[in-house]
C-alpha cells in the first residue's frame, strides 16, 4: 500500500474534494488569517494505527452561508443548531478523506462543533501536522490536522 504524507498539499486536495462534493464547486487559497476571525470550529477524531484529529474552522459568514446551502434555508433562518449540523457533515466529509490517506484502518468518532467568538485550536498531548487556510465566497476557511505525540516523546 502506497503511503501518503499528511501536509498542506493533500490537505488542501483533501477540503476540495470534500468541499466540492457538499457544494458544487472547490475552494480557494488564502492566506493564514488570525483566530479572532473564527467562531465556529468542528473536530473529529480518526482512531486507528494513524489516530488523527480534524479541525474545522471557519468565520460566522462562512458558517451561516454553509448552513444555508447545505441544509437548503433561507438567507435569516440560520439557528446555532443549523450551524452545529452543517459543520458537522463538514468535518465528517473532510475526515472521510483524510482517512483514505492514513495507513491501516481508522475508526471515526463523533463530531463535535463549538461556536463562539476568537476560536484558537490546542488539542493537549497533540501536536499539529499542518493547517490550510481556505477562501469560501463568504469568508476563511480553516482545516488544521493533529496527530498526538507519541508516549515516549511525551515521558520525561
Do not use: H
Not at 9 to 21: C, H, I, K, M
Not at 99 to 109: F, I, S, V, Y
Amino acid at each position: 500500500a502506497e503511503t501518503f504524507t499528511l501536509n498542506t498539499g493533500s490537505a488542501a486536495d483533501v477540503v476540495n474534494v470534500a468541499w466540492s462534493r457538499l457544494f458544487g464547486s472547490p475552494l480557494r487559497p488564502a492566506g493564514r488569517v488570525s483566530a479572532d476571525r473564527y467562531s465556529v470550529s468542528a473536530q473529529l477524531q480518526l482512531a486507528g494505527m494513524e489516530s488523527t484529529v480534524v479541525v474545522v474552522r471557519s468565520s460566522q459568514e462562512a458558517a451561516d452561508a454553509a448552513a444555508v446551502q447545505l441544509l437548503d434555508l433561507r438567507d435569516g433562518e440560520v439557528a446555532s443548531g443549523d450551524i452545529a449540523d452543517a459543520f458537522a457533515d463538514i468535518v465528517v466529509a473532510v475526515g472521510c478523506g483524510v482517512r483514505t490517506l492514513l495507513t491501516g484502518l481508522a475508526k471515526l468518532d463523533a463530531p463535535v462543533v463549538v461556536q463562539g467568538t476568537s476560536l484558537n485550536t490546542a488539542i493537549p498531548g497533540a501536536r499539529m501536522l499542518c493547517e490550510v487556510t481556505l477562501k469560501t465566497a463568504a469568508g476563511p476557511l480553516s482545516v488544521s490536522l493533529w496527530r498526538p505525540r507519541s508516549a515516549r516523546q511525551i515521558v520525561r
